[in-house]
């Protein structure tokens, strides 16, 4: 018995893992593959096709083949064993039995196979002992990094300890210097202590960028010995100076040259403590309700979808308790894809029956949290391409040392988007991609090779655009997955609010809206 070869084929031939056990040419085992196909006949209950040179021994696993290619001195019984146990692993390694799933996992099915045969002859095993091989550990691996990590802590520990007894010795130092340690005494014990423990207080990188250790040193002398300014008395330090510590100039330098190479870079600028308030101000009135839903698409590049699902959520936030004693009328749209679920403490009758939210206890109110309250859950789930908010179409052409891309987008007229960013992986290029035209704006992330494509609105006015682009020959395989993000103020579901309904009577109290449609994972593969 002599197998050649363990492959996995699609219906229309093509290899999706092959293992070769002999010397055999990439193009002699593609022909063999491509030929099995057209051998096999419809309606016959057969396993085993015969050529003049090689016998196939065949079994089909859903809408694939899992194929040994022998030669025709082999022994069939043992061929079909062979393929019987094949057929068993298969599934263990691959989630999904279609192109895609072994796609993944094609390492993991060649290293089973190379348990099974061994130059063309079949290993005495089973399913339990190939996957105990496949899935053994080192002992020397484990000892080998337990050795590597035990080092790099003890040369963290080692650091620490210099950086701390180097420190020592510069405040030391200065302290020993003419009028050093007055100045630093007049400036009062509680400012340096806040100083090191608040924003203000030494950036880490200019410290460690500049030459003097901790940057602390030439700092303390400007203190002790001002340039250029008379000497002050010892009780009232001259204002506007102070601990000038921040980026040196190479640290600066090599920013910018990050900078020009395309990646992004956050300055290190700590917000007052004013600031940090303001950026996320807390909701100004008593009652606020949230509707947001999350799209998770996958587009098919040849058209068509490939998965949709869409989840919503509705959430009430409530500042004061005694605001909590309500109920609200919800108006839902007509989308008959919406499911909806309430919480567990609302009256799932009264929302079916009047579309109203409440407790089922009304004597209790809504809880009071600073990140909201979920009480109604929804899900969508379609194949209609109709519904798709955006859709990408992707054009490439290979011409000569060229490939000429054009992108297409087009929106749906539901819904107007905002922020768009379409990006387009890219090999590595030397440089940037020639953009030719372009609805929008476009940027290139040198660092990751991607390609941006960006539109701020899509409205009525420009509910369809292109960009075209040039790139040096590739693969076309390369420009997917295609990833895409946007929001929009519109939603699938048109959940919302007609009225609150105070439950002890009186004036309900103020409450706004506020609306979401944003993308979590969409993408065109």
Same mark, same amino acid.
């Given at each position: 018995?002599?197998?050649?070869?363990?492959?996995?084929?699609?219906?229309?031939?093509?290899?999706?893992?092959?293992?070769?056990?002999?010397?055999?040419?990439?193009?002699?085992?593609?022909?063999?593959?491509?030929?099995?196909?057209?051998?096999?006949?419809?309606?016959?209950?057969?396993?085993?096709?015969?050529?003049?040179?090689?016998?196939?021994?065949?079994?089909?696993?859903?809408?694939?083949?899992?194929?040994? *290619?022998?030669?025709?001195?082999?022994?069939?019984?043992?061929?079909?064993?062979?393929?019987?146990?094949?057929?068993?692993?298969?599934?263990?390694?691959?989630?999904?039995? #279609?192109?895609?799933?072994?796609?993944?996992?094609?390492?993991?099915?060649?290293?089973?196979?190379?348990?099974?045969?061994s130059l063309g002859h079949k290993e005495n095993v089973t399913v339990a002992q190939v996957k105990q091989y496949c899935?053994?550990?080192?002992?020397?691996?484990?000892?080998?990094?337990?050795?590597?990590? %035990?080092?790099?802590?003890?040369?963290?520990?080692?650091?620490?300890?210099?950086?701390?007894?180097?420190?020592?010795?510069?405040?030391?130092?200065?302290?020993?210097?003419?009028?050093?340690?007055? %100045?630093?005494?007049?400036?009062?014990?509680?400012?340096?202590?806040?100083?090191?423990? %608040?924003?203000?207080?030494?950036?880490?990188?200019?410290?460690?960028?500049?030459?003097?250790?901790?940057?602390?040193?030439?700092?303390?002398?400007?203190?002790?010995?001002?340039?250029?300014?008379?000497?002050?008395?010892?009780?009232?330090?001259?204002?506007?100076?102070?601990?000038?510590?921040?980026?040196?100039?190479?640290?600066?330098?090599?920013?910018?040259?990050?900078?020009?190479?395309?990646?992004?870079?956050?300055?290190?600028?700590?917000?007052?403590?004013?600031?940090?308030?303001?950026?996320?101000?807390?909701?100004?009135?008593?009652?606020?309700?949230? *509707?947001?839903?999350?799209?998770?698409?996958?587009?098919?590049?040849?058209?068509?979808?490939?998965?949709?699902?869409?989840?919503?959520?509705?959430?009430?936030?409530?500042?004061?308790?005694? #605001?909590?004693?309500?109920?609200?009328?919800?108006?839902?749209?007509?989308?008959?894809?919406?499911?909806?679920?309430?919480?567990?403490?609302?009256?799932?009758?009264?929302?079916?029956?009047?579309?109203?939210?409440?407790?089922?206890?009304?004597?209790?109110?809504?809880?009071?949290?600073?990140?909201?309250?979920? *009480?109604?859950?929804?899900?969508?789930?379609?194949?209609?391409?109709?519904?798709?908010?955006?859709?990408?179409?992707?054009?490439?052409?290979?011409?000569?040392?060229?490939?000429? *891309?054009?992108?297409?987008?087009?929106?749906?007229?539901?819904?107007?988007?905002?922020?768009?960013?379409?990006?387009?992986?890219?090999?590595?290029?030397?440089?940037?991609?020639?953009?030719?035209?372009? #609805?929008?704006?476009?940027?290139?992330?040198?660092?990751?090779?991607?390609?941006?494509?960006?539109?701020?609105?899509?409205?009525?006015?420009?509910?369809?655009?292109?960009?075209?682009?040039?790139?040096?020959?590739?693969?076309?395989?390369?420009?997917?997955?295609?990833?895409?993000?946007?929001?929009?103020?519109?939603?699938?579901?048109?959940?919302?609010?007609?009225?609150?309904?105070?439950?002890?009577?009186?004036?309900?109290?103020?409450?706004?809206?506020?609306?979401?449609?944003?993308?979590?994972?969409?993408?065109?593969?």
């Open positions: 018995m002599v197998v050649l070869a363990a492959s996995i084929i699609s219906k229309s031939g093509k290899a999706l893992v092959s293992r070769q056990f002999v010397d055999m040419s990439r193009i002699r085992i593609e022909g063999y593959l491509a030929a099995f196909p057209k051998l096999v006949g419809t309606g016959k209950q057969h396993t085993y096709v015969e050529t003049e040179n090689v016998r196939y021994v065949y079994q089909p696993i859903e809408s694939l083949y899992l194929l040994l *290619v022998t030669n025709k001195q082999s022994n069939i019984l043992e061929d079909l064993e062979t393929l019987r146990l094949l057929s068993k692993l298969v599934p263990e390694y691959s989630y999904s039995l #279609d192109e895609e799933g072994i796609g993944k996992t094609a390492f993991e099915i060649l290293f089973a196979f190379d348990e099974v045969i899935e053994m550990e080192s002992h020397e691996e484990k000892l080998h990094k337990l050795v590597l990590q %035990s080092k790099i802590n003890e040369t963290k520990d080692v650091m620490k300890r210099k950086a701390s007894e180097i420190d020592k010795s510069k405040i030391e130092k200065n302290r020993g210097e003419k009028g050093g340690y007055m %100045s630093l005494q007049s400036m009062g014990s509680g400012r340096i202590d806040s100083g090191f423990g %608040s924003d203000s207080g030494i950036s880490s990188v200019g410290g460690f960028g500049s030459g003097s250790g901790f940057g602390l040193s030439t700092e303390v002398e400007s203190f002790s010995k001002p340039k250029g300014h008379p000497p002050t008395s010892a009780s009232a330090p001259p204002k506007g100076l102070g601990m000038k510590l921040g980026k040196t100039h190479r640290t600066n330098q090599f920013l910018e040259s990050l900078k020009a190479e395309g990646e992004m870079i956050v300055e290190d600028v700590r917000p007052s403590a004013g600031q940090s308030r303001v950026a996320a101000p807390p909701p100004s009135d008593p009652v606020t309700l949230t *509707v947001e839903e999350k799209l998770n698409v996958t587009l098919k590049r040849d058209g068509g979808i490939g998965s949709f699902d869409l989840q919503g959520i509705l959430s009430l936030q409530v500042l004061n308790q005694d #605001d909590g004693f309500i109920q609200f009328q919800i108006e839902s749209g007509d989308n008959p894809g919406i499911v909806p679920k309430t919480h567990p403490n609302i009256n799932k009758e009264l929302f079916s029956s009047q579309n109203i939210l409440g407790l089922k206890h009304p004597e209790r109110p809504f809880p009071v949290q600073a990140d909201g309250l979920s *009480v109604l859950k929804w899900r969508m789930q379609t194949a209609d391409e109709s519904l798709v908010p955006l859709t990408i179409n992707c054009w490439p052409s290979v011409s000569g040392n060229e490939t000429y *891309v054009n992108l297409e987008y087009e929106a749906s007229q539901m819904f107007d988007l905002q922020n768009v960013l379409i990006s387009i992986p890219l090999p590595a290029l030397n440089e940037a991609p020639r953009v030719q035209q372009i #609805d929008g704006e476009w940027r290139y992330d040198s660092r990751k090779s991607i390609l941006e494509w960006s539109i701020l609105l899509i409205d009525n006015s420009n509910r369809s655009g292109s960009m075209e682009f040039v790139i040096p020959a590739v693969d076309t395989s390369y420009l997917f997955p295609i990833s895409v993000r946007f929001t929009s103020t519109s939603t699938f579901s048109n959940y919302k609010v007609a009225n609150i309904l105070p439950l002890g009577g009186g004036n309900p109290p103020k409450f706004s809206q506020r609306t979401l449609l944003s993308t979590e994972n969409y993408q065109v593969v």
